[in-house]
């Protein structure tokens, strides 16, 4: 389709998974799962949850940044959340 008729289209927020990353005890997780929780849930974004100390595979990619955010299974960030570059993100 030829670029001019192409519509750009912003993806539906509510269309979006955003995951964190994370283990148990952990202080910036716990203060990125406040900020995720906040944007997922105004604009309607699913939001889920995994532990790097049940999971081999995470451990070995992340353990030295959690926590690590996800938005639709893509690295988005790490060690902090900034609430407006994820909610620009979710937005398109």
Do not use: N
């Amino acid at each position: 389709m030829s670029p001019l008729l192409r519509r750009d289209t912003k993806p539906d927020p509510a269309s979006r998974t955003v995951t964190l990353i994370g283990k148990p005890g952990c202080h910036l997780c716990d203060q990125a799962r406040e900020v995720i929780l906040q944007v997922t849930g105004e604009l309607g974004a699913a939001f889920e949850e995994k532990d790097i100390t049940q999971d081999e595979a995470l451990y070995r990619s992340y353990w030295e940044q959690i926590p690590v955010t996800l938005i639709d299974g893509r690295q988005h960030d790490f060690w902090r959340v900034d609430e407006k570059r994820l909610r620009k993100a979710l937005a398109g």
